[in-house]
C-alpha cells in the first residue's frame, strides 16, 4: 500500500528557510511526476511545485517561484521542497503527492507556519 509522509515543517520568521521531505513507501515511485500542495486555513487547496519522474523538468506556482525548489531522490523513495524567503503567506499545511494514472495518492500534511 502506497504510503507518503511528510516531515520538516515549523514556526519560523518570515525571511527565514525551511526544507520539506517526503517519504514514500509501498511502490516503486520513479515512474510518476510528483509534487506539493498547500491549504492555508478557510482557503481551497492550492498548487505549489511539480517535478517530473525523472526529476528533469520541475513547475511552480508564481506565488513560489524564485523562492522554493522541488526535487527528488527515486533512490530513497523522497521528495524535497526547499523554501526559502518565507512569508507569512506561506504559511498553510503542506502535503505532497504522487500523481498515476489511475489515482493521485496524498500525505497527511505537515504544518508550515511563518511568524511576520
Known amino acids: 500500500q502506497v504510503q507518503l509522509v511528510e516531515s520538516g515543517g515549523g514556526l519560523v520568521q518570515a525571511g527565514r528557510s525551511l526544507r520539506l521531505s517526503c517519504t514514500a513507501s509501498?511502490?516503486?515511485?520513479?515512474?510518476?511526476?510528483m509534487g506539493w500542495f498547500r491549504q492555508a486555513p478557510g482557503k481551497d487547496r492550492e498548487f505549489v511545485a511539480t517535478?517530473?519522474?525523472?526529476?528533469?523538468?520541475?513547475y511552480y506556482a508564481d506565488s513560489v517561484k524564485g523562492r522554493f525548489t522541488i526535487s527528488r531522490d527515486n533512490a530513497k523513495n523522497m521528495l524535497d521542497l526547499q523554501m526559502n524567503d518565507l512569508k507569512p503567506e506561506d504559511t498553510a499545511v503542506y502535503y505532497c503527492?504522487?500523481?498515476?494514472?489511475?489515482?493521485?495518492?496524498w500525505g497527511q500534511g505537515t504544518q508550515v507556519t511563518v511568524s511576520a
Open positions: 503527492y504522487y500523481d498515476t494514472p489511475r489515482r493521485e495518492y
Open positions: 509501498g511502490g516503486t515511485f520513479s515512474s510518476y511526476a
Open positions: 517535478i517530473s519522474y525523472s526529476g528533469s523538468s520541475t
